[in-house]
């Protein structure tokens, strides 16, 4: 994340603050996914908790209504979302007292904008970590695999090695000395595809 990127996002730090999980990440980048989970779970149930509290008070459930925003605060809190704590905190002990139901629904108006806010941000700090943690990763096992595809391409005499040559091509030259790299793609030129996966071998050791 480019330091412009994250002042953006923890100039709202009243909104969602993410110092925390970002401590739990530089510990250990093998936390990341698990920390990107519990965002990703919470970014993608969207509005579901506030849409559920306010059924439950429409049903006159105002204790269960409670309850569901008592949760919603725990799982918010962990991520830094103060102003929907405090609305959520003060709706929950409003409805286990059966408070004012017209200062209950205004209330319940500025929990759901609020919400909306923290998702907005939590997003966009999510899609920011997943390109620094998992894409890496993720482009690394794509291009082995597509490196095991070349193989059985140039096994199986398939034209498709060339599309492969093409999408790899830039990996190959580096992986490969130049000698080898420049026999290899006569070799494929000629279609001695037999000869070219014997140099492909050399690097991916199969």
């Known amino acids: 994340m480019t330091p412009s990127n994250h002042r953006s996002l923890t100039t709202l730090n009243t909104v969602f603050e993410p110092s925390r999980l970002e401590v739990h990440i530089a510990k250990s980048e093998s936390r990341a996914g698990a920390v990107l989970q519990i965002v990703q779970d919470l970014v993608g149930a969207g509005d579901t908790p506030i849409r559920e509290a306010r059924a439950a008070i429409r049903r006159q459930q105002n204790h269960q209504a409670a309850h569901m925003l008592h949760t919603l605060n725990g799982s918010v809190a962990n991520l830094g979302g103060r102003r929907v704590c405090e609305l959520a905190g003060e709706l929950e002990m409003l409805l286990d007292r059966d408070g004012a139901p017209q200062l209950i ?18 997003s966009q700090w999510l899609e920011l970590q997943q390109a620094q943690f998992e894409l890496p990763g993720r482009r690394s096992r794509a291009r082995e695999e597509r490196m095991m595809e ?57």
Do not use: P, W
Request: aromatic share 12%.
């Open 150 to 206: 070349l193989c059985e391409c140039l096994a199986g005499n398939d034209l498709r090695a060339f599309d492969l040559f093409d999408e790899l091509y830039a990996h190959l030259e580096a992986r490969m000395v130049a000698e080898d790299f420049s026999a290899f793609r006569a070799a494929l030129q000629t279609l001695n595809f037999s000869l070219a996966l014997g140099y492909v071998q050399t690097i991916t050791g199969v």
């Open 105 to 122: 629904d205004q209330l319940m108006g500025c929990l759901e904008r609020e919400f909306q806010h923290f998702l907005k941000s939590a």
